[in-house]
Nanobody
Framework: QERLVESGGGLVQVGGSLRLSCAAS????????MGWFRQAPGKEREFVAA????????YYADSVKGRFTISKDNAKNTVYLQMNSLKPEDTALYLC???????????????WGQGTQVTVAS
């Protein structure tokens, strides 16, 4: 059974930075595409960023493109989300997810962490 544990969230001022980490356990982590999603209160879960299992192709939501960077370290079974130039609208619970193959619909990702809260104060 795959297990994902996020960390690195917190309270940050507008324009600040945070780096989220997602530590994965499981024998096949290296073969998974990994994704970051977020969910704000009263809103649907939305795609933020994803990376292929090889780590050489990344995808971003338009709202975070140029500010967020996703990366993957298969040796450490960890995926990261570097978030720069944070805005109040980035405030949400951030969750990482894993699956074979990469899609953008969160309903199609079978493995999820519990999430880490990011709050951007203006």
């Amino acid at each position: 059974q795959e297990r994902l544990v996020e960390s690195g969230g917190g309270l940050v001022q507008v324009g600040g930075s945070l780096r989220l980490s997602c530590a994965a356990s499981g024998r096949t982590f290296g073969r998974y595409a990994m994704g970051w999603f977020r969910q704000a209160p009263g809103k649907e879960r939305e795609f933020v960023a994803a990376i292929t299992w090889t780590g050489d192709i990344t995808y971003y939501a338009d709202s975070v493109k140029g500010r967020f960077t996703i990366s993957k370290d298969n040796a450490k079974n960890t995926v990261y989300l570097q978030m720069n130039s944070l805005k109040p609208e980035d405030t949400a619970l951030y969750l990482c997810a894993a699956r074979y193959g990469l899609v953008f619909n969160p309903d199609e990702w079978p493995f999820w962490g519990q999430g880490t809260q990011v709050t951007v104060a203006s």
